[in-house]
């Protein structure tokens, strides 16, 4: 169900400044019901290029990559890029 445009909230106000800074990327907010990895792994189907945040905690990557980092790497059809932040 994708959220209603107005203005105001922070899912709203926190894209606003990514569509800011890449007015030429794509960016579409919706609530969904459901397990994330799996759910993300769906969305990633019909992508060509799945990126996910993964909060960098001084180990190598695969030390660290959760259940739903885990599930759209076992899931998702197109190419995923882990990218560490923080």
């Given at each position: ?11 709203i ?58 599930a ?15």
């Amino acid at each position: 169900m994708p959220l209603p445009s107005r203005s105001g909230g922070p899912l709203i106000d926190l894209l606003r400044a990514w569509r800011d800074k890449l007015p030429g990327v794509e960016v579409i907010e919706e609530a969904v019901v459901g397990q994330a990895g799996t759910r993300l792994a769906d969305v990633a189907r019909d992508v060509s290029l799945f990126v996910m945040g993964h909060k960098h905690r001084g180990c190598p990557l695969g030390a660290l990559v959760g259940p739903v980092t885990h599930a759209v790497l076992r899931g998702a059809d197109a190419p995923v890029a882990v990218v560490p932040h923080g």
